[in-house]
């Protein structure tokens, strides 16, 4: 049971999906796929703290939102394709809520990544 | 009768909507990209391709997880695209075959395959993602869209996927309509899209795994999802798709192409097989 934003631990790796964290996140990621919508996601840039009351979010799940703490939501269930949702009306990018997640910045993150980023055909012979 | 003229395997990373919406073609880290994608166009032309069974998943752009289907097949005249967060894209519209959809929904669930059957479904990335790379538009094919839960674990196993990709055959080449249809598998290859190790690209692996997938892809057939978890990345799950295009393909196949890019967050691959018996 998360009672405080310490409850949700961020142990090193993946957060898998599961059906449990799912159901955990349910409130958040049902508020995130309310922003495939082009009039809810303007009025969700406009002033996301009165978009999201519609959305009966627990004080620890308003408390992720207000932190932008992306690596927290993942573990507690919200889906990281719902989070990109939210991610692009906060006007941040996917691999700034990455990098972040990483404990990086995006430009540590780039440098590190890009030289790498090229075709590496490498067949085994036969 | 209708004819089975061979399998495409692709990536459907989300960055392939930048690198087309933003018309990076040219770009020195794009061209690959673009270029990996010729011999598709070329030989969905040659193969006189009429219709793409095409495997992919929504990514909650479409289905929420109110109702989260784990297999789901389109019937529908067309489908719209998705809005992924600036509005529906500039693509043409992919229209469907509506008789040969039905058929397939039909065969496939008479055939034990427990289908949603849509009659509408926006569609998203997973097949838009690496579309437009693939052909020109209007796009010369229709589609049947079929969609897997690969996001909301537990998800189908590589062996529920490649017995799917049987049926599939089967049903085509029982089709009484003179078409050509193609099987498309797409995901992965390895990523990883959050936690600590977001960004996580295995470039050995993948390139084990297109060559496993060409020769032997019965030594993967029984994995559990999560060995693929483990050596590409959580999200790599999506590459259990790939094995419904394996399962519709002879046991030894020609291969037409294979390319395999990294990413800047995704092993991304391309693959063109026929039989070869």
Known sequence: ?126 | MANFVGGICTSHNGSLMHGWDHNLRDDPTWKPVFESYEPVQKWILDKKVDVLFFVYNDHVSNFFFDCYPTLAIGIAEEYEHADEGKGPRDLATPYGDVAFSRYMADKLIRDDFDLTVCQKMKIDHGLMGPMPYMSAQPWPVKFVPFCVNVIQHPIPSAKRLWNLGKSIRKAVEEYPEDINVAIVGTGGLSHELQGSDFGRVEIDWDNEFLDKFEHEPESMVNWDVQDFMDRGGSESAETVMWFTMRGAMTAKVKRIHRNYYRGLLTGMAVLIFEDDQ
């Not at chain 1, 978009?51 to 939102?65: F, G, M, P, S």
């Not at chain 1, 997640?101 to 036969?126: C, S, V, W, Y």
């Open chain 1, 1 to 126: 049971m998360v009672k405080s934003i310490d409850d949700i631990k961020t142990p090193d790796g993946p957060a898998t999906f599961t059906m449990e964290v799912s159901q955990q996140g349910y409130r958040m990621n049902e508020l995130c796929y309310s922003l495939k919508l082009e009039h809810n996601r303007e009025l969700f840039k406009a002033d996301y703290m009165e978009y999201i009351k519609d959305y009966n979010l627990t004080d620890v799940e308003i408390e992720l939102i207000k932190n932008r703490d992306w690596l927290k939501m993942a573990h507690y269930g919200v889906s990281a394709y719902l989070i990109g949702k939210m991610v692009d009306c906060f006007d941040t990018s996917f691999i700034s809520m990455g990098a972040t997640m990483r404990g990086e910045t995006q430009e540590d993150f780039m440098n590190k990544t890009a030289p790498l980023i090229k075709n590496h055909n490498k067949e085994k012979a036969e």
